[in-house]
């Protein structure tokens, strides 16, 4: 049986790069210079209030779907602490071997001293393995992340705009070389309509350039969950 991301790129009509050691999938990844995200609407959920664990499609450009992410929390905490929740999320292929693993540690929301709860997550491929991780940066207007690698080198940052929270319309975050200053992708979260206003799910698109080292996407892709988490699963309270 082909294997489906392979199959996704022949339909792409690109040719899957072969990088020694890495899945499938993640080879996939290595080839493309956009990656949408979209959670999955819960219909029980949304009738009953009742926070279940998040699950989300990653696809490329053409919405055909190459991973999978899912939160791993248990009910108590889900329910307690809303968006400011710690988790871990699964990132797998389409025949669910793991490739990424996410962990964000609880950080509290309600603190009047910023930097006392700045955000943070680790970012592990394969999972145990740290590739590097994002934290929030203390800002008084824009929100902004740092991304580092493993040796919590900064590779890049990520700056919102001041109207984040602004309904009805997209919201962007540039994603910035940290060594060079100049921008080289975005996270764009969508405006998702009736499946956003109902629903209370949200839908990202992550660019960056096509022959960025596949890690570093790998890194910008978990930055964008906790980007998701930080300011736009609240939504749902």
């Given at each position: 049986?082909?294997?489906?991301?392979?199959?996704?790129?022949?339909?792409?009509?690109?040719?899957?790069?072969?990088?020694?050691?890495?899945?499938?999938?993640?080879?996939?990844?290595?080839?493309?210079?956009?990656?949408?995200?979209?959670?999955?609407?819960?219909?029980?959920?949304?009738?009953?209030?009742?926070?279940?664990?998040?699950?989300?499609?990653?696809?490329?450009?053409?919405?055909?779907?190459?991973?999978?992410?899912?939160?791993?929390?248990?009910?108590?905490?889900?329910?307690?602490?809303?968006?400011?929740?710690?988790?871990?999320?699964?990132?797998?292929?389409?025949?669910?071997?793991?490739?990424?693993?996410?962990?964000?540690?609880?950080?509290?929301?309600?603190?009047?001293?910023?930097?006392?709860?700045?955000?943070?997550?680790?970012?592990?491929?394969?999972?145990?393995?740290?590739?590097?991780?994002?934290?929030?940066?203390?800002?008084?207007?824009?929100?902004?992340?740092?991304?580092?690698?493993?040796?919590?080198?900064?590779?890049?940052?990520?700056?919102?705009?001041?109207?984040?929270?602004?309904?009805?319309?997209?919201?962007?975050?540039?994603?910035?070389?940290?060594?060079?200053?100049?921008?080289?992708?975005?996270?764009?979260?969508?405006?998702?309509?009736?499946?956003?206003?109902?629903?209370?799910?949200?839908?990202?698109?992550?660019?960056?350039?096509?022959?960025?080292?596949?890690?570093?996407?790998?890194?910008?892709?978990?930055a964008t969950f906790l980007i998701?988490?930080?300011?736009?699963?609240?939504?749902?309270?």
């Amino acid at each position: 049986m082909a294997d489906p991301a392979h199959v996704q790129m022949q339909m792409q009509g690109v040719a899957p790069p072969q990088v020694q050691g890495l899945p499938p999938a993640l080879n996939f990844l290595s080839a493309l210079s956009e990656v949408n995200i979209h959670q999955h609407l819960d219909i029980l959920e949304v009738a009953i209030g009742w926070e279940k664990n998040n699950k989300y499609r990653l696809c490329n450009s053409q919405d055909q779907q190459f991973m999978y992410a899912k939160e791993d929390t248990d009910c108590c905490v889900r329910q307690c602490c809303g968006p400011a929740r710690p988790f871990t999320m699964n990132i797998t292929d389409n025949n669910e071997q793991p490739l990424i693993q996410l962990y964000r540690p609880f950080r509290c929301q309600a603190s009047l001293c910023m930097c006392c709860y700045l955000q943070e997550m680790d970012i592990m491929s394969p999972p145990g393995l740290s590739v590097g991780g994002v934290k929030q940066l203390w800002t008084p207007w824009k929100p902004k992340f740092e991304v580092h690698d493993a040796q919590n080198t900064p590779i890049f940052h990520i700056i919102g705009e001041c109207c984040f929270c602004c309904p009805c319309t997209d919201i962007t975050f540039q994603v910035v070389d940290a060594q060079k200053g100049h921008e080289i992708g975005q996270i764009i979260k969508h405006w998702g309509g009736c499946r956003e206003i109902c629903g209370a799910v949200n839908d990202f698109k992550v660019t960056f350039p096509q022959d960025l080292d596949v890690m570093k996407k790998t890194l910008l892709l978990g930055a964008t969950f906790l980007i998701d988490f930080n300011y736009f699963e609240r939504n749902k309270q």
